[in-house]
């Protein structure tokens, strides 16, 4: 069995893996391009100091690795960490050891520490936006209903819509991973 830090060898980085996205592509580039760091925020010097690094388990097509890699990816890049990706669907081993209420949930961040050892995870999203998404979907009509699956792509189009739309998601995906990992470090 692999271990995470033979996973994170193997894998390409987060800087990679967006240049070749085939899905979502260009909404992942606008969050990158405009998210912006809090300013005089201690957690970015600490992530920098703790000699760590990350790994990703994604797929191009999950909106919220839409949201959390770019959003990621900029705290990475902020801390001189360095961000590698595993997907998920290539090799369900990784993602079965991280199970979010039962289910293959990503994206999931894996930080592992010098010795390749995981010291936190966090994913597939932040709690304010695990409430949006339970809102959007209790519009849904009963999965039986014949209009359920043009419902359901409405709700996903709005879903990414606002993901990319709204600046303070944004911050509490941030917060979120900031919560998450500081304690770790």
């Known amino acids: 069995m692999k271990t995470e830090q033979q996973y994170f060898e193997e894998s390409q980085s987060m800087q990679d893996y ?8 260009e909404q992942s580039f ?5 998210f912006a760091l809090p300013k005089e925020d201690a957690f970015i010097e600490q992530l920098k100091n703790a000699n760590v690094h990350m790994l990703a388990i994604t797929e ?9 890699n770019p959003i990621i990816r900029k ?13 998920r669907d290539a090799d369900t081993d990784l ?19 010098a010795a390749g050892e995981v010291v936190a995870t966090w994913g597939p999203r932040a709690p304010q936006l695990q409430q949006l998404v339970m809102d959007l979907r209790s519009t849904l009509p009963e999965k039986e209903d014949p209009s359920f ?11 990414r819509a ?8 944004w911050d509490y995906v941030y917060e979120s991973f900031k919560e998450k990992v500081a304690p770790a470090m």
Do not use: F, H
Request: glycine share 4%; net charge negative.
């Open 30 to 34: 606008a969050i990158y391009e405009s």
């Open 18 to 25: 967006m240049e070749a996205m085939s899905q979502l592509k």
């Open 75 to 87: 705290i990475a890049e902020a801390a001189n960490v360095e961000v590698r990706t595993a997907l």
């Open 149 to 159: 699956e043009e419902a359901q792509k409405a709700v996903y189009e709005k879903m």
């Open 60 to 68: 191009d097509w999950c909106g919220d690795a839409m949201i959390n």
């Open 162 to 169: 606002q993901y990319v739309e709204d600046a303070q998601l």
């Open 95 to 113: 993602i079965d050891r991280y199970l979010t209420n039962g289910g293959r949930a990503i994206p999931m961040y894996l930080i592992l520490n």
